[in-house]
């Protein structure tokens, strides 16, 4: 149509994220009405959507950001079905966009944030509509945030994994601070000390020792002691400050914090992994 520009396809393209063909037919759909032509690109998403709902979303990016103040940092996760995708410039570029906004508003949970105002929209709608542009399932499946002194985050290459650790001091040396979220991103830490080691955890263990130790012939009377020291075993090789730290095995990630500043601990950390 004469009356539709180059300018107007542009426009809807930042509004929507569509591609450019895609945004001239639904302004040619809609007699040139913007508000008409962002509609129909909504429906085109909502009904792609419908159709892949129950497709898997395995795939993705896990990202994680700190303010500008070192205070608070979130991570979020955004699925797709294929690892194509998942490495698509634009999609990335579409996650960065959700965790700025996450970092912005800090909201209070997964929900909250998708519920949060997003170009003209909110972010559940906005990945609806990117869902019509992509052709595949989409999912912000995870969101959390932590608030500390000072607060980092590391993305392994790849954006498949990120960690976020808070700290109880700032103006310290940054790579002591990225030491630690390389700990927890190559060791897997289930908790930060063996206090915050959930209950069922602990008993699991006590049963896996007890069993190990039945099966190696060790008489009953003995199998809870056993079980106790594999448990001891379990405390140092799985809660963060008691793991042998990776760049320096003779000292733990705790005794490394302290031999940079008595002061120093960490407050709590957050992992996610996709397909590792």
């Given at each position: 149509?004469?009356?539709?520009?180059a300018?107007?396809?542009?426009?809807?393209?930042?509004?929507?994220l569509?591609?450019?063909?895609?945004?001239?037919?639904a302004?040619e759909?809609?007699?040139g009405?913007?508000?008409k032509a962002?509609?129909?690109?909504?429906?085109?998403?909502?009904a792609?959507?419908n159709?892949?709902?129950?497709r898997e979303?395995?795939?993705?990016?896990?990202?994680?950001?700190?303010?500008?103040d070192?205070?608070l940092?979130?991570m979020?996760?955004?699925?797709?079905?294929?690892?194509?995708?998942a490495?698509?410039n634009?999609f990335?570029?579409?996650a960065?966009k959700?965790l700025?906004?996450?970092?912005?508003?800090h909201?209070?949970?997964?929900?909250a944030?998708?519920?949060?105002?997003?170009?003209g929209?909110d972010?559940?709608?906005k990945i609806?509509?990117y869902?019509g542009?992509?052709?595949?399932?989409?999912?912000?499946?995870y969101y959390?945030?932590i608030e500390?002194e000072?607060?980092?985050?590391?993305?392994?290459?790849?954006?498949?994994l990120?960690?976020?650790?808070?700290?109880?001091?700032?103006?310290?040396?940054?790579?002591?601070?990225?030491?630690?979220?390389?700990?927890?991103?190559a060791?897997?830490?289930?908790s930060?000390?063996?206090?915050d080691?959930?209950?069922s955890v602990?008993?699991?263990?006590?049963e896996?020792?007890k069993e190990?130790a039945?099966r190696?012939g060790?008489?009953?009377?003995?199998?809870d002691?056993?079980a106790q020291?594999?448990l001891?075993?379990?405390?140092?090789e799985?809660?963060l400050?008691?793991?042998?730290?990776v760049?320096?095995?003779?000292?733990?990630i705790?005794?490394?914090l302290?031999?940079?500043?008595?002061?120093?601990?960490?407050?709590?950390?957050?992992?996610?992994t996709?397909?590792?």
């Open positions: 149509m004469a009356g539709i520009t300018a107007d396809v542009a426009k809807l393209r930042k509004v929507t569509a591609g450019m063909m895609d945004c001239k037919k302004l759909e809609a007699n009405d913007f508000d962002i509609e129909i690109i909504r429906k085109k998403g909502q792609v959507a159709k892949r709902a129950d979303a395995s795939e993705g990016v896990v990202l994680a950001k700190v303010r500008a070192g205070k940092g979130v979020t996760v955004l699925n797709c079905e294929t690892d194509f995708v490495k698509n634009d990335i570029a579409f960065y959700i700025d906004l996450a970092l912005a508003n909201p209070a949970d997964l929900e944030l998708k519920e949060l105002p997003m170009e929209s972010v559940d709608k609806i509509e869902i542009i992509i052709g595949e399932k989409l999912e912000l499946s959390e945030k500390a000072h607060v980092q985050a590391y993305i392994h290459p790849g954006n498949k990120a960690t976020l650790v808070g700290f109880t001091k700032a103006g310290l040396d940054v790579q002591v601070y990225k030491d630690v979220a390389m700990q927890v991103a060791m897997n830490p289930v930060l000390d063996k206090d080691v959930p209950p602990i008993a699991q263990e006590i896996i020792g190990q039945r190696d060790k008489p009953e009377e003995m199998l002691r056993i020291g594999k001891g075993k379990f405390f140092r799985n809660t400050l008691n793991q042998d730290f760049k320096d095995n003779k000292q733990t705790g005794q490394y302290k031999s940079v500043d008595k002061e120093l601990s960490v407050t709590g950390f957050r992992r996610f996709l397909n590792l």
